[in-house]
């Protein structure tokens, strides 16, 4: 597929943004990439590799006529520029993003739209515990699942854009209303990173100084406590009833094999890691 | 190191006990290696892989004028086979372990040894969720940290050749007395699998479909929960204190973050993970 916009303008060259203009440069864009950001030594940096061709620390400036706008900022800094930029985004353009949260942002994101401005919510389940784009890849995003949320104001032919985009980049695309997607990665997503901080944490609580002894599976279990704290902050504020919903469901998880330990119920206990075994192979290993 | 060895018996022909013959083929060890387990046909498999060179499974047979035997079942299994193999060890020979739990194991084989047997626990930090000599690795313990556990039993010769013969695979040893071991396993180790676990059936109680939904983060996470169910029943009943107060810390840890969240206490949940980031450092990534 060929990517039909001219300019597109990524708002937050980190992680995700920058791999994402890589991902579209791999695939033969040949539009302009505008970077727009704060940190303007990271969107010179950006600009030397290649990753975009222009910047702004303007967010005003740089979506100056910009046929696509993509928000990889964190969720909760979202409504704000959207705010600050809806007046100069150019009639026909489509805003888009890779936030981790959908129906909050649906919510407060589709009104501030122009008429003839479209918006549609993507979710790519790709990442990585670093961030920066000094971890971004043409691949990140290549064979992840890509969830697209349209609501029933989402603009078909917008729809159908967004969707052929992240095909191009590789992506396996799946719709999703946003509030189910909300619930669904409340459990898979949003819980587990918080119970990894915590996990962490409680592990420091016990003795500051044995996290070092672990090994891998340690290491692999707390990795994404390595993630943006204040990305999962905004994650958190913006999916809470879901996330605590879930939190609850793992708590009482927890107390349950504890009991089992407690009462010696050694049968109990291995019936539970074996039911946990065998549904974990449904995610499969690599 | 020369490993002076002529016999050495692995009871327990899995993913450790194989991974450790193929890494003594490795470095050159020209004695006999005998697999002892009670599957034939893994074992006529590791024989035809070149993993063992003889193998039996009579536990009394397989170690006849063995110089070494390798505890490399689960550790519940440690008990009976020692009792059922002691009156046929050698004068001399020196017995050790795998096992991921020490203090009571230490407690429970060192009376059984004979005159003149020793008995040396150690425990190295190596494993993977895939089990079986499928998985096994001649590098599996190599760059990897081993712990052996002496008491004040322990025979100093006995101590020095174990100490030898994990560096001879490229381990690095660490000596730790069995108690100190096991608090601080129940806290980077065992509490973790029992938690990733957990999460698992904690994730499949919310939604019995949703778990393929998740990313690579939750694949890392819950990787550990495709480990041998039977194994860690055995670690979780002879480290059931420890594991417990872990655990213990652990609930407190989430119930902490979930107040946090229902409180919307956002900066006080971001202090939290930048707490636990910061920690996590300390284990590295790879």
Request: charged share 25%.
């Amino acid at each position: 597929m060929t990517i039909h916009f001219k300019h597109i303008a990524i708002i937050g060259v980190g992680l995700m943004g920058s791999s994402f203009a890589l991902a579209l440069k791999k695939k033969g864009f040949k539009g302009r990439i505008t970077g727009i950001g704060r940190n303007k030594k990271n969107l010179i940096k950006a600009k030397r590799l290649g990753i975009i061709d222009n910047y702004s620390t303007s967010h005003a400036e740089g979506i100056k006529d910009a046929d696509l706008i993509l928000l990889a900022v964190p969720v909760g800094q979202f409504e704000a520029i959207v705010g600050n930029i809806r007046g100069g985004i150019k009639k026909g353009a489509i805003v888009t993003d890779v936030g981790s949260v959908k129906a909050l942002i649906v919510k407060k994101i589709e009104p501030l739209m122009p008429e003839g401005v479209h918006f549609v919510g993507a979710h790519p389940i790709a990442g990585k515990e670093c961030s920066g784009i000094s971890c971004a890849s043409a691949d990140l995003y290549r064979n992840a699942r890509c969830i697209i949320t349209p609501g029933p104001n989402t603009n078909k032919n917008a729809l159908k854009t967004i969707i052929a985009l992240w095909k191009a980049v590789g992506s396996k695309t799946l719709l999703m209303k946003p509030e189910a997607h909300d619930m669904i990665y409340a459990s898979v997503s949003h819980m587990p990173h918080v119970a990894a901080y915590a996990l962490v944490n409680g592990i420091m609580k016990a003795d500051g100084k044995i996290l070092p002894y672990g090994g891998r599976g340690l290491r692999d279990m707390t990795r994404i406590a390595l993630s943006p704290p204040g990305l999962w902050r905004d994650i958190c504020a913006c999916n809470k009833k879901n996330i605590l919903k879930s939190l609850k469901k793992f708590s009482s998880s927890i107390s349950h094999v504890t009991g089992l330990i407690e009462r010696s119920d050694w049968d109990g206990l291995e019936k539970e890691f074996i039911r946990a075994q065998e549904a974990r192979k449904l995610l499969g290993s690599d």
